[in-house]
């Protein structure tokens, strides 16, 4: 692996650990205070307009759960790539597909998940798919 991989690997996992920890896995966090504090879920839909869906905005308790999900799967992709695993490199493409589908979803938090999950997916693919070592793209076939 030449230079260039390595520092576009290095840059994708460096953005989906920021997506992972920060964006996704400060909510969970948030969700396990508010289940602590005993506040129930109708007071902050009533208070906060988190989602552009009605039925997503009414079941906010289970979107902060999934988002936890969705950061430790986050986060053990952007590890694997950091530890130069395959496995590492296919759950955190995986893992951008399926937030830019669902990015349409999720307005407005998912604008910030879409570039994020775009940027480090094009990173992905041009380290994996990019050039030759001796600098010439690589062919189709």
Known sequence: ????????????????????ALMEGLVFIGLLVLLALKIPQTTIVENADVFALPYLQENLYLMMAMSGIFAALRVLGAVGLLRNKLWGLALSIINCLVTLALMVFLLPAGLLDGLLSGTALVLLLLARFGKTPDGRPKPIF
């Open 1 to 20: 692996m030449n230079t260039t991989q390595r520092l576009q690997y290095r840059w994708a996992a460096s953005l989906l650990l920021i997506q992972g």
